[in-house]
Every structure is written in structure tokens, then in C-alpha cells.
């Protein structure tokens, strides 16, 4: 049986505080940052900006930045990825698609690839969720080391207290 959905009081706001052990939303008025000082250096080329980094769940939200031709190492999902593309484009050197502005992408669990940006392209920016590691291998699948939501929030801390913005900055994206 469907549910009863006929809300006598439709702009009424819920009368009853969240549950005590939820935790507090993050609010991100400027996700695009024009600060600088927000992207964090990961490789030449390429940088991160976060914006959720869920360690009680082991994922991480963030906006992947890359500008002129740069690419994001090889590496294998055991856990799925969702990608926006919000700038730019770019492809995996394993398909022959490409992944364009406005477009979405679902990377399922088992995929290994490397991320291209060509250098037409100025600036290339996706919104991805990447649940579990990234593990970084060799063209033969050989592990080259990996990344998981607290090597990011690590590289975070570091970047921000050498920028300025001291390291507990990072705080405000942990959940
Ligand atoms: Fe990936």
C-alpha cells in the first residue's frame, strides 16, 4: 500500500530537533572557491578541493581540478565513483568516450583507469564522490600505493597550515 502523502500543514518546518548523535550539515556557499589557497596540490597539474571528507563512512567528496594537459595516475575502484563534470573535458586512456561538461559518470567497482586531459583543454573541473581507496598500479595492475579519505584529509592538513589557513582548517569538511 502506497503511503498517505496528503500533508494538511505543508510549510509547517518539523517541530522536533534531529536526533542528538546526527551530525552537523556542512554548508559551502562558494564550492568553486576563488581562493586559491582552498585547492590542494596533488599532482603537476592536478589539484583537489574538498568538500566532504567522510571518514565515519570512508568516502570523499571533493571537486578535481586540472589544468592543461594533465593526468591522474592509473588506479583501480574496488568501490564505485560518481563524477559531475562541471568544466572541461576529459577521458580514460582505457575508453573511448569522453566525459564533457554537464555530463555524469558512474564508475563501477572493479575499474582501472587513468584520467586525460588533453591540452586543448585550459581547465578541466568534475565533482567526484569516491567511496573507499584509490589504488594506485602499474599498467599491469601491480599496487603503486593508495588513497583513502585520510591520506586526503592528511594532504589537507598539511597544504592548509603551509598556505595559512593553519591546519585544523580542514576541520570544517571532516564528518
Ligand atoms: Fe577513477
Not at 8 to 19: D, G, S
Not at 48 to 65: D, H, I, K, V
Not at 122 to 139: A, H, K, L, R, S
Not at 147 to 170: A, N, P, Q
Request: some cysteine; glycine content about 8%; overall charge negative.
Amino acid at each position: 500500500m502506497p503511503t498517505d502523502r496528503t500533508d494538511p500543514e505543508p510549510l509547517t518546518p518539523y517541530q522536533y530537533p534531529n536526533p542528538p548523535e546526527a551530525l552537523p550539515e556542512i554548508v559551502i556557499p562558494n564550492a568553486i572557491p576563488t581562493d586559491e589557497r582552498l585547492w590542494v596540490p596533488q599532482a603537476e597539474n592536478v589539484w583537489f578541493r574538498p568538500l566532504c571528507l567522510n571518514a565515519s563512512q570512508g568516502y570523499w567528496m571533493n571537486l578535481l581540478r586540472v589544468r592543461k594537459s594533465g593526468v591522474l595516475s592509473r588506479h583501480r575502484h574496488p568501490q564505485a565513483v560518481h563524477g559531475f563534470v562541471l568544466k572541461g573535458r576529459w577521458k580514460y586512456l582505457e575508453h573511448d568516450w569522453w566525459a564533457e561538461e554537464g555530463g555524469y559518470v558512474f564508475e563501477p567497482p572493479g575499474e582501472t583507469h587513468t584520467l586525460y586531459v588533453p591540452e586543448d583543454v585550459q581547465e578541466m573541473i568534475t565533482y567526484f564522490q569516491v567511496n573507499g581507496v584509490m589504488y594506485y598500479t602499474d599498467p599491469y595492475g601491480k599496487g603503486m600505493g593508495y588513497e583513502d579519505v585520510f591520506t586526503k584529509i592528511d594532504m589537507c592538513r598539511k597544504h592548509f597550515e603551509e598556505v595559512g589557513l593553519g591546519s585544523d582548517y580542514v576541520k570544517q569538511f571532516i564528518r
